[in-house]
């Protein structure tokens, strides 16, 4: 007799326990579903994050639109991740709200990143950490919340085990209540199919049944509960191995960051180094220049000073030897005009806000700057330039009079090397609306289209190795720093015209930019002169008392401040650098001891000092080396006009 023909006998308990498993089923099967549901939301979301994370770096990086499009479309992936996901338990959902909150915090954030990139992606900028810190942030949270959903999906389905486990066990004993009279074979067979859920529901979902070859109503169910199982250790198998490949993409993802982050800094000092060398290739130019002026500007001081030493007998003709010492006195205003051309080019730009620049100044000032470089070039056999300037009447530009000399110096010398067989050289500067428009042309080689598009580009370089690729794209970042425009107009073989548009000065109109100069000093002065250097002092002493003063000399700082303690003076002319104390120092205790007392401090790096506001305070005026009789009382007079 079959067992279907003994359960018959109690037929109404054999379909209530045959519903009751139905429902457990289809339970377990909504909550595989529903748990494999969360995990493929929790999954969306961890990508997300990660392509969002990714996104950050590479907008940090380029700072351009296309850049900032793909963020926010990662942005809003990220957004409709999470309002995909609901969590079971209270410690998840507490998390992914946090997780809404923190994507509304790096949008708010990246909203200010937009308005000024450039400075907010520089690596102190505090814009720059909080966007980086938020992605972190969202990275972590989106990980721990495919942990959470792991563990509650293994909560899931550790109750749904336990729930089916019992109602098989209920179900085995109301069939062995019901079944009293089926064989012993039956009662050993249920016995062992309770063994073998209890293996399921530990977890074991390769355990094996024997079903003894029958196909009665056990060995079907038997059968089933294999296939059911099967279904679940798959299941569980592909679950695993997600995790699996998640862990593996979060250290690639680790990994990854790491390498961009040392890609950057390397760049960063490539950067560097390049832009330096493109500075030391314009300043070899101009020093070559400018050494060949000081050599021809030393040959008349040199070469009439020891003529009229060899011949003494010349110096008894006044006319002649005035004449050689006025070519000797303007060959040495024009040596000590070309030193103060490279101090202007050594010194460093500054970045402490922009002033007041006068353009058609700064446009001679370059020329006189690299006029010695097409001097050179048409003494070393190549055809001459020619220059000619058409300035207009323009209002002063808002920026720094260091970096536009720059960007004009760099933009003169390639047009030079564009004309190797000579050519001419037209410097305008006019009036376009708000803006004061530089242009410099040249009638060189120009450029094709191909090479005219891609010249500002970094590292882009006509000129093979010797030529960095970096000259257009600092002078083209100048200019944008400066909130201006940057214009090419070339045609192969008729030359090429670089238009350069800067901001006018608003605040420049009507201002009066001149100072009134000091009254000269008209009585003679007890002055002591303190300078390590015997010709120095011996210079300024025969000049202060040719004007009548009565001069005191020290041959060092202490010197100087020893004689200080037994004479009665009204000015200290101190030197700067002296071996046992300096000017400042030597200046400072003055300054401690005859408060009121004017000092004048002498020294070579007296323009630049002037340039970079660097007076000590206990300095009245700087007097920069080599001096004139006209400088030396300009000085004077202004140093007892700060003491009025």
Known sequence: MKLRTSLQVSA???????????????????????????FRSVENLTRAAAELHIATYACLLHQNSDAVDVWRAKQGAMVAALNAIDMASPSGQILLDRSKDGVKGIEATFAEFTRDPASAAKPDSPIRTQILTDSDALVQNAFELSRMAD??????????????????????????????????????????????????????LDAKIDTGGRNDEVGQLVRAFSDMTGRLGSAYGTMEKEIVENKRVADALRESNVLLSNALEKLKRAQHQIIQQERLHVLEQVVRGVAHDFNNTLTPILGMSDFMLTYPKTLANTEKVMENLKDINEAAYRARKDVKKLSEFFRPIKGSGFQTVDLNDLVSRAIQLMEPRWRDQTRTGKGPIGVQTELGQVPAVAGDSAELKEVLTSLLMNAVEAMPKGGQITISTRLSGANVVVEITDTGEGMTDDVRERCLEPFFSTKGIEGTGMGLTIVNNAVRRHGGTLEI?????????????????????????TSELPMPVNRALRILVIDDESWSRDIVSRILSADGHQVQLAVSGKDGLEKMKSGDYELVITDRAMPDMSGDEVAAEIRAKWPHMPIILLTGFGDIMKEEGDRPGCVDVILSKPITMGDLGMAIAQAFKMKR
């Open 12 to 38: 109404v308990f054999p379909i209530t326990l045959a519903i009751m498993v139905s429902l457990s089923l289809i339970l377990r099967a909504r909550q595989v579903d529903e748990s494999q549901r969360v």
């Open 151 to 204: 563990s509650d999906a293994e909560e899931t389905r550790g109750n749904a085990d336990m729930f089916f486990a019992v109602f098989i066990g209920i179900m085995g004993l109301l069939m062995a209540a019901a079944t009293l009279s089926v064989s012993r074979d039956v009662v050993n067979r249920l016995a062992r199919l309770n063994e073998w859920t209890r293996s399921i529901t530990e977890g074991k």
């Open 489 to 513: 107009r070339s045609q192969r073989g008729k030359g090429t015209t670089v238009a350069i548009g800067l901001p006018v000065w608003s605040e420049a109109a009507g201002r009066d930019m």
